[in-house]
Protein backbone atom coordinates (compact mmCIF):
# COMPACT_ATOMS: atom_id res chain seq x y z
CA UNK A 1 0.00 0.00 0.00
CA UNK A 2 1.37 3.58 -1.06
CA UNK A 3 1.78 5.80 2.04
CA UNK A 4 -0.32 9.14 1.69
CA UNK A 5 1.33 11.63 0.78
CA UNK A 6 -0.37 14.06 2.72
CA UNK A 7 0.84 14.48 5.92
CA UNK A 8 -1.52 13.81 8.65
CA UNK A 9 -3.76 11.44 6.60
CA UNK A 10 -3.39 7.76 8.08
CA UNK A 11 -5.32 4.98 7.33
CA UNK A 12 -6.21 4.36 11.12
CA UNK A 13 -9.81 4.76 11.26
CA UNK A 14 -10.83 7.07 14.11
CA UNK A 15 -13.27 5.96 16.61
CA UNK A 16 -16.00 8.58 15.97
CA UNK A 17 -17.59 8.00 12.16
CA UNK A 18 -17.28 11.01 10.24
CA UNK A 19 -20.09 11.84 7.18
CA UNK A 20 -20.02 14.32 4.96
CA UNK A 21 -23.28 15.86 2.60
CA UNK A 22 -21.53 17.32 -0.35
CA UNK A 23 -23.70 19.11 -2.93
CA UNK A 24 -22.58 21.03 -6.25
CA UNK A 25 -24.00 25.05 -6.49
CA UNK A 26 -24.85 24.56 -9.82
CA UNK A 27 -28.59 25.15 -9.09
CA UNK A 28 -31.24 25.45 -6.23
CA UNK A 29 -31.35 22.07 -3.97
CA UNK A 30 -34.43 19.87 -5.01
CA UNK A 31 -36.04 16.93 -2.71
CA UNK A 32 -33.25 14.77 -4.14
CA UNK A 33 -30.36 16.38 -1.82
CA UNK A 34 -32.76 16.70 0.65
CA UNK A 35 -33.03 13.04 0.87
CA UNK A 36 -29.31 12.54 1.17
CA UNK A 37 -28.36 15.22 3.69
CA UNK A 38 -31.19 13.49 5.90
CA UNK A 39 -29.63 10.35 5.20
CA UNK A 40 -25.94 11.64 6.25
CA UNK A 41 -27.80 12.81 9.36
CA UNK A 42 -29.49 9.42 10.09
CA UNK A 43 -26.22 8.01 9.61
CA UNK A 44 -24.38 10.24 11.81
CA UNK A 45 -27.00 9.76 14.60
CA UNK A 46 -27.39 6.28 14.34
CA UNK A 47 -23.43 5.76 14.67
CA UNK A 48 -22.80 8.84 17.08
CA UNK A 49 -21.05 11.01 14.22
CA UNK A 50 -20.16 14.02 13.03
CA UNK A 51 -21.56 15.91 10.37
CA UNK A 52 -19.92 17.54 7.68
CA UNK A 53 -20.31 20.00 4.58
CA UNK A 54 -18.44 20.49 1.24
CA UNK A 55 -19.60 22.58 -1.12
CA UNK A 56 -18.17 21.43 -4.83
CA UNK A 57 -17.61 24.39 -6.45
CA UNK A 58 -14.88 23.01 -8.21
CA UNK A 59 -16.45 24.05 -11.82
CA UNK A 60 -16.20 27.49 -11.40
CA UNK A 61 -17.68 27.29 -15.08
CA UNK A 62 -21.32 26.37 -13.80
CA UNK A 63 -20.99 26.97 -10.02
CA UNK A 64 -22.81 30.44 -8.69
CA UNK A 65 -21.94 32.32 -5.58
CA UNK A 66 -25.80 32.79 -5.62
CA UNK A 67 -26.39 28.84 -5.20
CA UNK A 68 -23.79 28.47 -2.62
CA UNK A 69 -25.63 30.94 -0.46
CA UNK A 70 -29.07 29.83 -1.39
CA UNK A 71 -27.98 26.47 -0.16
CA UNK A 72 -26.46 27.52 2.98
CA UNK A 73 -30.08 29.14 3.68
CA UNK A 74 -31.95 26.30 2.55
CA UNK A 75 -29.82 23.46 5.14
CA UNK A 76 -30.23 25.80 7.73
CA UNK A 77 -33.99 26.21 7.03
CA UNK A 78 -33.81 22.42 7.65
CA UNK A 79 -32.27 22.59 10.93
CA UNK A 80 -29.45 20.02 9.47
CA UNK A 81 -26.68 19.76 12.55
CA UNK A 82 -23.57 20.53 10.23
CA UNK A 83 -20.54 21.71 11.84
CA UNK A 84 -19.38 25.43 11.07
CA UNK A 85 -17.37 26.18 8.18
CA UNK A 86 -17.81 23.67 5.41
CA UNK A 87 -14.71 22.60 3.30
CA UNK A 88 -14.94 25.03 -0.11
CA UNK A 89 -13.24 22.96 -3.17
CA UNK A 90 -12.51 26.57 -4.92
CA UNK A 91 -10.48 27.60 -1.63
CA UNK A 92 -8.25 24.22 -1.85
CA UNK A 93 -6.69 23.96 -5.63
CA UNK A 94 -3.42 23.09 -4.16
CA UNK A 95 -4.70 20.12 -2.63
CA UNK A 96 -6.25 18.86 -5.72
CA UNK A 97 -2.24 19.95 -7.39
CA UNK A 98 -0.42 17.77 -4.86
CA UNK A 99 -2.18 14.66 -6.00
CA UNK A 100 -1.96 15.20 -9.65
CA UNK A 101 1.93 15.85 -9.13
CA UNK A 102 1.62 12.15 -7.52
CA UNK A 103 -0.07 10.57 -9.84
CA UNK A 104 2.27 12.30 -12.42
CA UNK A 105 5.80 11.37 -10.99
CA UNK A 106 4.22 7.54 -10.98
CA UNK A 107 3.83 8.24 -14.89
CA UNK A 108 -0.48 7.95 -14.82
CA UNK A 109 -1.34 11.01 -16.25
CA UNK A 110 -1.36 12.24 -19.74
CA UNK A 111 -2.16 15.52 -21.87
CA UNK A 112 -5.20 15.78 -23.79
CA UNK A 113 -5.56 18.57 -26.33
CA UNK A 114 -8.09 17.23 -28.28
CA UNK A 115 -11.67 19.48 -28.09
CA UNK A 116 -15.35 17.85 -27.49
CA UNK A 117 -15.92 17.89 -31.26
CA UNK A 118 -12.50 16.13 -32.37
CA UNK A 119 -13.45 13.78 -29.69
CA UNK A 120 -16.53 13.17 -30.57
CA UNK A 121 -15.95 12.86 -34.30
CA UNK A 122 -13.04 9.70 -33.32
CA UNK A 123 -15.59 7.69 -31.29
CA UNK A 124 -18.63 8.08 -34.07
CA UNK A 125 -18.42 4.30 -35.06
CA UNK A 126 -21.42 2.34 -33.68
CA UNK A 127 -20.16 0.20 -30.47
CA UNK A 128 -17.89 2.35 -29.17
CA UNK A 129 -17.41 1.33 -25.47
CA UNK A 130 -19.02 3.57 -22.86
CA UNK A 131 -18.35 4.51 -19.55
CA UNK A 132 -21.09 3.83 -16.78
CA UNK A 133 -22.26 7.48 -17.19
CA UNK A 134 -23.02 7.01 -21.21
CA UNK A 135 -19.98 8.99 -22.09
CA UNK A 136 -17.94 7.52 -25.00
CA UNK A 137 -14.59 6.57 -23.68
CA UNK A 138 -11.53 8.43 -24.35
CA UNK A 139 -10.07 7.32 -28.15
CA UNK A 140 -6.54 7.92 -27.38
CA UNK A 141 -4.79 6.13 -29.94
CA UNK A 142 -7.37 7.60 -32.35
CA UNK A 143 -5.83 11.09 -31.27
CA UNK A 144 -2.49 10.27 -30.03
CA UNK A 145 -0.99 12.59 -32.41
CA UNK A 146 -3.40 15.13 -31.44
CA UNK A 147 -2.38 14.64 -28.14
CA UNK A 148 1.50 15.23 -28.39
CA UNK A 149 3.14 17.79 -26.79
CA UNK A 150 5.49 18.18 -29.15
CA UNK A 151 3.15 19.27 -31.65
CA UNK A 152 1.25 22.07 -29.94
CA UNK A 153 1.79 25.30 -28.90
CA UNK A 154 3.42 25.47 -25.30
CA UNK A 155 0.77 27.97 -24.03
CA UNK A 156 -2.36 25.81 -25.26
CA UNK A 157 -4.36 24.69 -22.67
CA UNK A 158 -4.97 20.49 -21.95
CA UNK A 159 -6.51 18.14 -19.53
CA UNK A 160 -5.00 15.81 -17.54
CA UNK A 161 -6.27 12.35 -18.18
CA UNK A 162 -5.71 9.08 -16.45
CA UNK A 163 -3.85 6.71 -17.99
CA UNK A 164 -6.16 3.67 -16.99
CA UNK A 165 -4.25 0.95 -18.46
CA UNK A 166 -1.12 2.03 -16.61
CA UNK A 167 -3.05 2.55 -13.32
CA UNK A 168 -4.18 -0.61 -13.67
CA UNK A 169 -0.53 -1.85 -13.88
CA UNK A 170 0.50 -0.16 -11.10
CA UNK A 171 -2.01 -1.30 -8.86
CA UNK A 172 -1.48 -4.88 -9.44
CA UNK A 173 2.13 -4.65 -9.63
CA UNK A 174 1.71 -2.77 -5.79
CA UNK A 175 -1.05 -5.54 -4.95
CA UNK A 176 -3.58 -3.16 -4.30
CA UNK A 177 -6.94 -4.03 -3.21
CA UNK A 178 -9.70 -2.67 -6.09
CA UNK A 179 -12.72 -3.57 -3.63
CA UNK A 180 -15.00 -1.09 -2.43
CA UNK A 181 -17.28 -1.79 1.22
CA UNK A 182 -20.59 -1.20 0.79
CA UNK A 183 -22.45 -1.03 4.14
CA UNK A 184 -26.71 -1.86 4.05
CA UNK A 185 -27.52 0.59 7.11
CA UNK A 186 -25.43 2.63 10.25
CA UNK A 187 -25.23 -0.20 12.60
CA UNK A 188 -24.71 -3.17 9.89
CA UNK A 189 -21.03 -4.08 10.53
CA UNK A 190 -20.45 -6.57 7.90
CA UNK A 191 -19.71 -4.17 4.78
CA UNK A 192 -19.93 -6.47 1.68
CA UNK A 193 -16.87 -6.20 -0.68
CA UNK A 194 -17.86 -4.42 -4.07
CA UNK A 195 -15.15 -5.24 -6.90
CA UNK A 196 -14.14 -1.98 -8.34
CA UNK A 197 -14.10 -2.32 -11.95
CA UNK A 198 -12.38 1.17 -12.55
CA UNK A 199 -11.02 -0.07 -16.44
CA UNK A 200 -14.86 0.58 -16.78
CA UNK A 201 -13.71 4.77 -17.57
CA UNK A 202 -11.13 4.67 -19.57
CA UNK A 203 -8.52 7.50 -19.36
CA UNK A 204 -10.55 9.84 -17.37
CA UNK A 205 -9.97 13.24 -17.01
CA UNK A 206 -8.33 14.31 -13.65
CA UNK A 207 -7.71 17.89 -13.93
CA UNK A 208 -9.81 19.80 -16.65
CA UNK A 209 -8.51 22.31 -19.34
CA UNK A 210 -10.77 25.47 -17.69
CA UNK A 211 -10.02 24.51 -13.85
CA UNK A 212 -7.35 22.28 -12.30
CA UNK A 213 -9.07 19.38 -11.24
CA UNK A 214 -12.19 17.29 -11.61
CA UNK A 215 -14.84 16.23 -9.53
CA UNK A 216 -13.57 12.55 -9.35
CA UNK A 217 -10.06 13.23 -8.36
CA UNK A 218 -11.42 15.98 -5.72
CA UNK A 219 -13.72 14.27 -4.18
CA UNK A 220 -11.06 11.15 -3.54
CA UNK A 221 -8.30 14.22 -1.91
CA UNK A 222 -10.97 15.88 -0.19
CA UNK A 223 -13.35 12.77 1.72
CA UNK A 224 -9.29 12.29 3.16
CA UNK A 225 -8.57 15.59 4.18
CA UNK A 226 -11.89 15.90 5.69
CA UNK A 227 -11.35 12.55 7.63
CA UNK A 228 -14.58 11.27 6.31
CA UNK A 229 -15.12 7.47 7.32
CA UNK A 230 -18.38 6.93 5.57
CA UNK A 231 -19.71 8.05 2.19
CA UNK A 232 -23.60 8.22 1.93
CA UNK A 233 -24.50 9.28 -1.26
CA UNK A 234 -26.89 8.24 -4.35
CA UNK A 235 -27.19 5.49 -6.50
CA UNK A 236 -25.98 7.81 -9.21
CA UNK A 237 -22.49 7.76 -8.09
CA UNK A 238 -22.30 3.67 -7.50
CA UNK A 239 -19.88 3.20 -10.63
CA UNK A 240 -17.63 6.42 -9.84
CA UNK A 241 -16.83 4.64 -6.37
CA UNK A 242 -14.83 1.92 -8.58
CA UNK A 243 -13.22 4.91 -9.90
CA UNK A 244 -12.78 6.68 -6.33
CA UNK A 245 -11.22 3.16 -5.34
CA UNK A 246 -8.89 3.34 -7.69
CA UNK A 247 -7.58 6.99 -6.58
CA UNK A 248 -7.25 6.47 -3.49
CA UNK A 249 -5.64 3.28 -3.49
CA UNK A 250 -2.72 5.02 -5.59
CA UNK A 251 -2.59 7.96 -3.62
CA UNK A 252 -2.64 5.66 -0.82
CA UNK A 253 -5.58 7.29 1.10
CA UNK A 254 -7.73 5.77 3.46
CA UNK A 255 -10.30 3.96 2.76
CA UNK A 256 -13.86 5.30 3.67
CA UNK A 257 -17.31 2.32 3.97
CA UNK A 258 -19.69 3.77 1.74
CA UNK A 259 -23.54 3.53 1.25
CA UNK A 260 -25.16 4.32 -1.54
CA UNK A 261 -28.81 5.26 -0.99
CA UNK A 262 -31.84 5.14 -3.54
CA UNK A 263 -32.53 7.95 -5.94
CA UNK A 264 -35.86 10.28 -5.65
CA UNK A 265 -37.25 9.66 -9.31
CA UNK A 266 -39.45 12.39 -10.95
CA UNK A 267 -42.77 11.46 -13.12
CA UNK A 268 -40.34 10.62 -15.85
CA UNK A 269 -38.64 7.66 -14.36
CA UNK A 270 -35.46 10.10 -14.00
CA UNK A 271 -33.71 11.09 -11.18
CA UNK A 272 -34.42 15.13 -9.92
CA UNK A 273 -32.62 17.47 -11.48
CA UNK A 274 -31.93 20.39 -10.74
CA UNK A 275 -33.74 22.44 -13.83
CA UNK A 276 -37.07 20.72 -11.73
CA UNK A 277 -38.07 23.73 -10.55
CA UNK A 278 -41.51 22.43 -9.01
CA UNK A 279 -39.19 19.83 -6.52
CA UNK A 280 -36.70 23.15 -5.35
CA UNK A 281 -36.26 23.08 -1.74
CA UNK A 282 -37.49 26.79 -2.42
CA UNK A 283 -40.37 26.17 -4.38
CA UNK A 284 -41.77 23.74 -1.55
CA UNK A 285 -41.03 26.58 0.72
CA UNK A 286 -42.68 29.59 -1.11
CA UNK A 287 -45.96 27.12 -1.35
CA UNK A 288 -46.14 26.99 2.36
CA UNK A 289 -44.38 23.15 3.11
CA UNK A 290 -42.15 23.52 6.38
CA UNK A 291 -39.04 21.57 7.12
CA UNK A 292 -40.86 18.53 8.61
CA UNK A 293 -42.93 18.24 5.35
CA UNK A 294 -39.51 18.27 3.10
CA UNK A 295 -38.21 15.33 5.19
CA UNK A 296 -41.45 13.37 4.88
CA UNK A 297 -41.56 13.59 1.28
CA UNK A 298 -37.98 13.13 0.96
CA UNK A 299 -37.70 9.95 2.59
CA UNK A 300 -41.01 8.66 1.83
CA UNK A 301 -40.17 9.45 -1.86
N1 LIG B 1 -21.30 16.98 -5.61
C1 LIG B 1 -21.95 15.77 -6.00
C2 LIG B 1 -23.38 16.08 -6.39
O1 LIG B 1 -23.90 17.13 -6.04
C3 LIG B 1 -21.97 14.72 -4.91
C4 LIG B 1 -20.66 14.11 -4.73
C5 LIG B 1 -20.53 13.03 -3.68
O2 LIG B 1 -21.40 12.90 -2.78
O3 LIG B 1 -19.56 12.32 -3.72
O4 LIG B 1 -23.97 15.27 -7.06
Given at each position: ????????????????????????????L??G?????????????????????????????????????????????????????????S?????????????????????????????????????????????????????????????R????????????????AK???????L???????????????????????????????????????????????????????????????????????????????????????????E???????????????????????????????
Open positions: MPLCYIAGVTNQSSNRPVLRFAPSPTGHHLHALSAFENERWAKASGGRLLLRIEDIDTTRCRPEFVAALLEDLAWLGLPFEPSPRRQEHFDDYRQALDRLATMGLLYRSYASRAEIAAAVRQPGHPRDPDGTPLYPRAALAAMDDPARDPAEPFALRLDMTAALAAALGLSFWREQRAPRDQSAQPIPAGPERWGDVVLARKEFPASYHLAVVVDDALQGITHVVRGRDLYHATGLHRLLQALLGLPEPIYHHHDLLLGPDGKLSKSARSTSLRALRADGATPADIKQMALMG
